[in-house]
């Protein structure tokens, strides 16, 4: 299964984007999905999950009230709204699926990645 991220971007600080990720060969509609982000240098963080059915949700610190997560169960789609952003969410931004249902944070839990979509925010 293979993931596609997509809606990644230059935005100037103060703006919007958001990403989608969807699978090609099966459909994550009952699965948690992940994004995560590296920037240059440093270590893949976790920015958002959510559980399958988007009745849990968490965010990282850094993001919290400005991204949302969500996830189209009859798609199985999930999605980054990114708004306010700030140059240090420069990044690339994977999403992953995991196998089970539940929210996971930890990205070694995660089976399905994405290729990874780059967010770039000037100053």
């Known amino acids: 299964v293979q993931l596609q991220a997509s809606g990644g971007g230059l935005v100037q600080a103060g703006g919007s984007l958001r990403l989608s990720c969807a699978a090609a060969?099966?459909?994550?509609?009952?699965?948690?999905m992940g994004w995560f982000h590296q920037a240059p240098g440093k270590e893949r963080e976790i920015v958002a999950a959510?559980?399958?059915?988007?009745?849990?949700?968490y965010l990282a610190d850094s993001v919290k009230g400005r991204f949302t997560i969500s996830k189209d169960v009859c798609k199985g789609t999930g999605y980054l709204q990114m708004n306010s952003l700030k140059p240090e969410d420069t990044a690339v931004y994977y999403c992953?699926?995991?196998?089970?249902?539940?929210?996971?944070?930890?990205?070694?839990?995660?089976?399905?990645w994405g290729w990874g979509t780059q967010v770039t925010v000037s100053s």
């Open positions: 060969g099966r459909t994550l509609s009952n699965n948690a």
């Open positions: 992953a699926g995991s196998l089970g249902s539940a929210l996971i944070t930890e990205g070694t839990r995660y089976r399905y």
């Open positions: 959510i559980n399958w059915n988007g009745a849990a949700t």
